[in-house]
């Protein structure tokens, strides 16, 4: 996820500020810091979990909006016979999943029910099944597994009553600026 950056520049601060603090203090010396940190350790860890705290969650539409765009780039690599561009996509896309059901996953769009749960229930079948459609390097496989993932997104919206939010295959590539032809091979 994205907050990697953020918790590596809080974790330098703290060290940082930890340590000009104890030194300060006279306290920063080889011998009065634990050989394992524990302590330090500790307390680092309350305040990366602190500050991740103050981390708003992304909004889920934009979340969803990133689904879109790897759906359709999987479908215009598939289709090109891209396959190395489409597994990417589709990977891309598990890992966009799994970012949604750590960030939103209690999301009030689903509730009584966790968009934890049912997102993954719903479709991680069909994501796999996209997966080995591309191993084969099958594009009738890929096509129909491609369908079940649409079909797939599209009941997972059903649960969450937006089933007026209908994902089909592309008709025009929703941004044109990525080459879905694969290389030519010597």
Same mark, same amino acid.
């Given at each position: &996820?994205k907050? +990697?950056p953020l918790?590596?520049?809080a974790?330098g601060?703290? &060290?940082a500020?930890?340590c000009?603090?104890a030194? *300060?203090?006279g306290?920063?010396?080889? #011998?009065?810091? $634990?050989s394992?940190? #524990?302590?330090e350790?500790?307390?680092l860890?309350?305040?990366?979990?602190r500050l991740?705290? +103050?981390?708003p969650a992304p909004? %889920?539409?934009?979340?969803m %909006?990133?689904?879109q765009?790897r759906?359709? +780039?999987? @479908?215009?690599?598939?289709?090109?016979?891209? @396959?190395?561009?489409a597994y990417y &996509?589709v990977s891309e896309l598990?890992?966009? *999943?799994r970012?949604?059901?750590?960030?939103?996953?209690n999301a009030?769009? *689903?509730q009584?029910?966790?968009l934890s749960e049912? &997102?993954?229930?719903?479709?991680?079948?069909?994501v796999? $099944?996209v997966?080995e459609?591309?191993?084969k390097k099958d594009?009738?496989?890929f096509a $129909?597994?491609?369908?079940?993932? $649409?079909?797939s997104?599209?009941?997972? =919206?059903?649960?969450?009553g937006?089933?007026? %939010? =209908?994902i089909q +295959?592309p008709?025009?590539p929703l *941004?044109?600026n %990525?080459r879905y032809?694969?290389?030519a091979?010597p």
């Amino acid at each position: &996820m994205k907050q +990697r950056p953020l918790i590596g520049v809080a974790l330098g601060l703290c &060290m940082a500020a930890g340590c000009s603090v104890a030194l *300060l203090a006279g306290g920063c010396t080889p #011998s009065t810091v $634990s050989s394992d940190g #524990s302590p330090e350790v500790t307390a680092l860890k309350a305040e990366i979990a602190r500050l991740e705290q +103050r981390i708003p969650a992304p909004e %889920l539409g934009q979340q969803m %909006l990133e689904l879109q765009i790897r759906h359709d +780039r999987l @479908w215009w690599a598939g289709e090109a016979g891209n @396959w190395n561009l489409a597994y990417y &996509m589709v990977s891309e896309l598990g890992e966009a *999943l799994r970012g949604i059901e750590a960030t939103n996953g209690n999301a009030p769009e *689903l509730q009584p029910e966790k968009l934890s749960e049912v &997102m993954p229930a719903i479709m991680d079948p069909a994501v796999r $099944s996209v997966q080995e459609a591309l191993a084969k390097k099958d594009k009738a496989a890929f096509a $129909s597994a491609y369908d079940r993932l $649409s079909a797939s997104c599209n009941a997972c =919206h059903a649960t969450a009553g937006v089933e007026f %939010l =209908h994902i089909q +295959r592309p008709q025009t590539p929703l *941004l044109d600026n %990525l080459r879905y032809a694969p290389d030519a091979t010597p």
